[in-house]
């Protein structure tokens, strides 16, 4: 029976920072997905500077035009209302999860992690540390780290669920014909283009990326509203339709149970605001393989779970912020005053970039913005974060 240090389940990002970290580390390491690469994801494939600074430091990668876009510039509506533009901000970078998931895995694999993608799993032993493959083969694992995307099916077998219906978020998006963009060509946000979401619309070489998201219980006509929002920018409207979850917001307290410890959207790691998730999931992932070395370096893999919740404290902690955050630009009674505050501000769209750079995070930002607040919408907020 093949024995590993990490079986890790789910070769996207989460999976593949987690296997290379590991492999820096010297741990052995499986690493499962029940698909062939390359393989489809349904994302934006936005590369915030915080994520690119992650892709440094763990794949030791840099921003290549082989696999990224660069984009500098912004537009921002709400509804029909254009909240205003912003030029030359730090740079933001597009590409395809095709391509791009494609080619962590193959960093990984140079790495030295054994291949096991292309392997469905028959069953999860959690006691006796074993993951059995549909093609008859068993793998044993001192610990397991669960990278198996939104619909985990380890946080499943965990908690009898991977995620809550009342936090979930869902997502449409489809690929439009290209718009022949340069580095000039902005990228355009649409808050409010659905119920507590926003709708994208991101130029790339081969097409346009274009997609709505929000809550899943706020929107039960999701499909409307993209037909809406693509009938608004004019584009797309034949093209085929996919939808996905995203974890909107709604870490997991305790990213795991057991030896077992969950990375990236299995492990509810997704801004509730700007919906990334692709940084996040590397981070975990590589704060996973650490805690993990850590654990069996003091010859008790139990410890990996503490070691780890600790160690992603501060992701979870600016995922509740933004929670926080999220109804003064979501919340209907508060729209206009977004609206208003927003069209106003560069220093306010300044900083909604920086957030996505990475160059802020939202402690700074909250204290700014309770600063420009009128007294009746920091009552709404406290009231929203209390029952939120
Ligand atoms: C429409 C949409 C747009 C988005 N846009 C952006 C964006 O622009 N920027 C951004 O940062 N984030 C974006 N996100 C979020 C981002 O896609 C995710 O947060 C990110 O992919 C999480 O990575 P992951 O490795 O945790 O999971 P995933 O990328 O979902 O990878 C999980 C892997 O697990 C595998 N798997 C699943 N079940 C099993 C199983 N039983 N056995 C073995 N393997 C299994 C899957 O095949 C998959 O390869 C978007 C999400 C959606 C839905």
Redesign the pocket.
């Known amino acids: 029976m093949p024995d590993f240090d990490l079986v890790i389940?789910?070769?996207?990002?989460?999976?593949?920072a987690a296997a290379m970290q590991a492999r820096t580390l010297g741990l052995s390491v499986a690493l499962?997905?029940?698909?062939l690469f390359p393989?489809q994801?349904?994302?934006?494939?936005?590369?915030?500077g915080r994520?690119a600074a992650h892709l440094s430091d763990i794949f030791g990668m840099q921003i290549t035009a082989d696999l990224f876009e660069t984009r500098r510039n912004f537009e921002f509506y709400l509804k029909d209302q254009s909240l205003g533009d912003l030029q030359d901000v730090p740079p933001l970078h597009l590409t395809m999860?095709w391509d791009f998931?494609h080619h962590l895995l193959k960093q990984a694999l140079a790495a030295g992690a054994a291949d096991y993608t292309g392997?469905?799993?028959e069953a999860l032993d959690f006691k006796a540390n074993t993951v059995a493959l549909a093609n008859g083969e068993t793998l044993t694992y001192k610990l397991l780290i669960a990278?198996?995307?939104?619909?985990?099916?380890t946080a499943k077998a965990l908690f009898g669920k991977p995620f809550s219906q009342h936090t979930i978020g869902f997502?449409?998006?489809i690929e439009g014909p290209a718009q022949a963009p340069t580095e000039a060509t902005p990228i355009r946000i649409d808050f409010a283009a659905a119920d507590w979401g926003y709708g994208?619309s991101?130029p790339k070489k081969h097409s346009t990326t274009i997609?709505l998201?929000g809550l899943h219980a706020r929107n039960p006509e999701m499909k409307s509203h993209l037909a809406a929002y693509l009938a608004k920018l004019g584009t797309g409207e034949d093209a085929k339709v996919k939808g996905?979850?995203?974890?909107f917001g709604a870490p997991k307290p305790t990213p795991g149970k057991g030896t077992v410890l969950l990375?990236?959207?299995?492990a509810g790691?997704?801004d509730p605001i700007t919906?990334?998730?692709?940084?996040?999931?590397i981070h975990s992932?590589a704060l996973a393989a650490r805690a993990a070395k850590t654990a069996l370096d003091q010859g008790d893999a139990s410890r990996a779970l503490p070691l780890y919740t600790t160690a992603t404290k501060p992701i979870r902690r600016a995922i509740a912020q933004a929670r926080m955050l999220r109804p003064l630009i979501f919340a209907r009674p508060l729209q206009p005053f977004f609206a208003r505050t927003f069209a106003a501000s560069t220093t306010l769209k300044r900083d909604y970039m920086h957030l996505l750079s990475g160059d802020t995070e939202y402690p700074a930002l909250l204290r700014r913005t309770a600063l420009r607040l009128p007294r009746a919408a920091l009552r709404y907020l406290s009231a929203a974060a209390s029952g939120n």
């Open positions: 389940l789910g070769a996207g990002p989460a999976g593949t499962v997905d029940k698909a393989r994801k349904l994302c934006g494939g936005l590369v915030t994520c999860r998931d392997h469905r799993i990278a198996d995307g939104v619909q985990s099916p997502a449409l998006e994208w991101f997609g998201g996905h979850f995203l974890p990375a990236g959207d299995a790691l997704v919906g990334e998730g692709i940084g996040h999931a992932g």
